[in-house]
């Protein structure tokens, strides 16, 4: 219950302050330049990575991306940009 109201009053908050619903409710932003770059934004973490699969710790779940010949161009504390042949992007709730 505490939770829905939570929501509710970020998504509320959200409407009135016109701030984007990714900064006001702690989501992921995922950019994908065809199927070569996707670039992702505020995750918690990488939990693994190969040449095939990678896979984000978010805040309530997984991004799991799955293509070939990965390789991380750029990667900080809540950003990373992945080059390769991106073939999947799945969200896996948590």
Do not use: C
Not at 5 to 16: C, D, E, G, T, V
Not at 21 to 34: A, C, E, F, H, K
């Amino acid at each position: 219950m505490a939770k829905k109201w939570r929501q509710h009053l970020q998504n509320w908050m959200s409407q009135k302050t016109d701030l984007p619903q990714d900064v006001m409710m702690d989501l992921p932003r995922i950019t994908m330049i065809g199927q070569i770059h996707i670039y992702v934004e505020n995750h918690r973490g990488l939990l693994t990575f190969s040449d095939k699969e990678v896979r984000l710790l978010l805040k309530n779940g997984q991004l799991l991306i799955k293509g070939r010949s990965f390789v991380i161009k750029t990667i900080l504390p809540e950003e990373i940009l992945l080059e390769g042949k991106i073939d999947e992007v799945l969200y896996l709730n948590g």
